[in-house]
């Protein structure tokens, strides 16, 4: 046995870089936190959240400097006197008129979680202080309006901080080399009393965009659910929904072939000089707020929306007829020729399928006479307890799926398996811990019982089987994808795949690297979820690698220090399998994501509702697969789960083409973008405007921890919502002394 203490060069064949569990929070910069305070913030749930940045006013030419002699001010903590005080009512208004309804209601969520509410002010940066008898009194004590931003030529300029630290002990600051790009964006605020949406402004030229919504309030794209990755606001083409594509392309008078614009307009941070107060120890980003712009809005052009919408609903539907059915460019395949594809698509999943679930899940068969006795068995009355089971079909699969769930991601040679499973449903009937399932006095009457329920149980796992993987494809049932008990099944599969190439990767890591203690390699979690690092299809081009390397021909063509690793066959073959049915997912996965965006948001919307049902259905407790080790975002979960599934027919591939095809119909009806384009049409608009409401989002670019980990972004929380003076406003005009002769 080697020494665990010793260095163990290890090899490693990465399929990409891989996701850093690093923890990294926006948090309230030093010189505005009071002293002692933690710098991260936490919701109201405890749970860690990123800080909004803050917006500080200087109405002074040289308001950079002013900036720094605050902060020089502060070294230590927030120090108010060192910053310039704010005024209720000039520097707080309420929302504009474009902004309320008839009655005067906010046309925003002012309640709920998503309600918009004016960060609470420090009073201490508060020109008109209250008593804090007044502030113990009423949340009124603080100026109950949102934030109003004057422009540089009324002599108002702001700028926003933020700062990044570590969630360890003691809250590192990250380190400066690693961010290697910091920005803000300013979003603008959308009417909905029910929700908090914002747009963004896509530019176009420097002096020409649009408002367009296409992230949520977190800066995940729309449509593709809250565990998607945030937006790249410098590659922001492919998170355009689907519903919008539209509208952008009626906007900039864009044909089909026209790529979209890819950016959003941001605006640089600086990283604070280490020279300046106790910034060293820090890591502060700072930067301009722009509230003033000479761009404007596109008006639409004379491209009928409506007309494009339908161009793209038929570009998409071409695609994947074409790229899912067959190579046939012009889909002019007749409907027999069709079926046929999508027969030849299902028989290349059913074969390694079935191959599969023999090798690891499939118990041997037992014969029909077995199976009638054992159910007359236990259909039979006991005197005094009546039958132990109504109907023994039932019961046994309730007690053969919890049993089998239950011991999922236990790894063991298929037989003694299976002997696990048997005995756990023994002792479910036995205890009558199922919800309506046996009679578990009347059960424990009958001699033959237990017995007979394992022939059931063995028997029924076949029935369940035989729906979606045959040994003969031609009895496949048509309505295997939405099986409730058939997603159970192949759920208990993929977690057999996961524990099978866990012990295929223990065998050959203790064979290379001399010890078998390798928990930590193959049991990690990713916190903050607690995510197990490997999934059914985590370890699979690793274990290929390595297998590869096995051979005879990869030992002569890279001899390896260590011995020839001497896996069991059944646990090679299965990671075969598996490896062929993730090919065929991929392909088709591959050829039908080139439909654009609405694919992916119809796949997004997918895999959250089996997550969900799924989940309730194996009574895990949350929506949450990964944590069991399932990720439906990678093969062959995707594949199995959601798209195509295991017994694809024509009915289902057209439903799901059809489905891809309405999310273009979820957006603006046309006679709203109509009105709108008669509007903008008759009225240049400028991109920041004194009737609408906006919040500034910073944003970081952050290079991993070492070159195996890929780059993340990461984006604080929303600023302070604010309007937008008025040129003419008099209120943020600052007095100019003269001398005036007497």
């Not at 910073?698 to 309007?723: K, M």
Request: include cysteine; charge should be negative.
């Amino acid at each position: 046995m080697v020494d665990k203490s010793t260095t163990v060069n290890r090899l490693i064949i990465p399929a990409q870089r891989s996701v850093t569990d690093e923890k990294l929070f926006s948090a309230i910069p030093w010189f505005l936190r009071d002293k002692d305070a933690k710098p991260i913030l936490r919701d109201e749930n405890g749970k860690l959240v990123n800080a909004p940045p803050e917006l500080l006013q200087f109405t002074r030419d040289e308001f950079i400097d002013a900036l720094f002699q605050a902060i020089e001010l502060s070294p230590e903590s927030f120090n108010a006197e060192a910053f310039e005080k704010l005024i209720s009512y000039r520097d707080y208004a309420e929302p504009p008129n474009s902004m309320r309804n008839l009655q005067g209601e906010p046309l925003y969520p002012t309640t709920g979680p998503e309600a918009i509410l004016r960060y609470e002010p420090r009073t201490e940066l508060l020109e008109d202080q209250v008593t804090p008898q007044q502030a113990e009194q009423s949340e009124q004590a603080t100026i109950a309006w949102l934030r109003k931003l004057y422009l540089p030529l009324q002599r108002h300029f702001h700028i926003v901080s933020t700062e990044i630290v570590c969630a360890r002990d003691g809250y590192p600051r990250l380190v400066r080399k690693r961010i290697l790009e910091a920005g803000l964006i300013v979003r603008r605020l959308v009417a909905d009393q029910a929700h908090q949406r914002w747009e963004d402004w896509v530019r176009v030229t420097e002096d020409k965009g649009l408002w367009l919504e296409i992230a949520d309030r977190n800066m995940a794209p729309l449509g593709l659910g809250p565990q998607h990755p945030t937006i790249d606001p410098h590659s922001i083409d492919e998170a355009v929904p689907a519903a919008a594509e539209a509208e952008l392309r009626a906007r900039l008078n864009l044909s089909l072939e026209d790529e979209l614009p890819n950016t959003l307009q941001t605006e640089p941070l600086s990283l604070l000089s280490s020279t300046i107060g106790t910034a060293a120890e820090h890591t502060v980003l700072y930067g301009y707020a722009p509230v003033m712009s000479r761009a404007h809005q596109l008006p639409q052009k004379t491209k009928n929306p409506g007309d494009i919408r339908q161009i793209l609903k038929d570009r998409a539907r071409k695609h994947l007829r074409k790229e899912l059915f067959s190579d046939d460019p012009e889909n002019s395949l007749s409907n027999a020729e069709l079926v046929a594809n999508v027969n030849s698509l299902r028989e290349s999943i059913r074969a390694p399928l079935r191959q599969l679930l023999e090798l690891i899940l499939l118990p041997t068969k037992p014969n029909t006479v077995a199976v009638e006795s054992a159910r007359s068995a236990l259909e039979t009355s006991v005197i005094g307890f009546g039958p132990p089971s109504k109907d023994a079909d039932v019961d046994a699969t309730k007690t053969l799926l919890a049993a089998m769930w239950d011991r999922a991601d236990n790894f063991n040679d298929k037989d003694n398996w299976w002997n696990s499973v048997i005995n756990a449903g023994i002792e479910d009937a036995k205890k009558g811990t199922l919800t309506g399932a046996w009679n578990a006095e009347a059960f424990n009457k009958v001699t033959s019982g237990p017995t007979d329920l394992a022939i059931l149980m063995k028997n029924h796992i076949y029935v369940i089987v035989d729906r979606f993987a045959p040994a003969l494809s031609d009895v496949q049932s048509p309505t295997a994808n939405n099986d409730t008990e058939v997603k159970q099944v192949i759920a208990i599969l993929l977690m057999r795949i996961r524990a099978v190439r866990k012990q295929l990767g223990k065998v050959i890591y203790a064979n290379t690297l001399g010890y078998f203690d390798i928990d930590f390699d193959l049991n990690r979690i990713l916190p903050p979820r607690n995510d197990p690092v490997v999934t059914a299809g985590s370890l699979a081009d690793e274990l290929s690698a390595w297998l590869a390397l096995n051979t005879t021909q990869g030992r002569v063509e890279w001899p390896q220090p260590w011995p020839a690793s001497t896996p069991a066959r059944f646990l090679v073959d299965a990671h075969a399998l598996a490896t062929e049915l993730e090919a065929v997912f991929h392909d088709v996965h591959t050829r039908g994501s080139g439909a654009g965006n609405a694919y992916t948001e119809v796949i997004s919307a997918r895999i959250a509702t089996v997550d969900m049902d799924l989940s309730a259905q194996l009574a895990i407790g949350t929506s949450n697969l990964r944590r069991q080790g399932l990720d439906l975002n990678g093969q062959p979960e995707f594949g199995l789960l959601v798209h195509p599934g295991p017994a694809p027919t024509l009915d289902t591939m057209n439903n799901f083409i059809d489905a891809v095809i309405t999310r273009y119909d979820s957006g603006q009806s046309d006679d709203e973008v109509n009105r709108e384009t008669a509007n903008l049409l008759n009225l240049v608009r400028p991109r920041f405007d004194a009737d609408s409401l906006y919040a500034i989002w910073c944003y970081a670019r952050v290079a991993g921890r070492t070159p195996c980990e890929e780059e993340r972004i990461l984006w604080t929380q929303r600023s302070d919502v604010f309007a937008i003076a008025e040129p003419s406003d008099i209120l943020g005009v600052r007095p100019v002394p003269c001398n005036c002769p007497t």
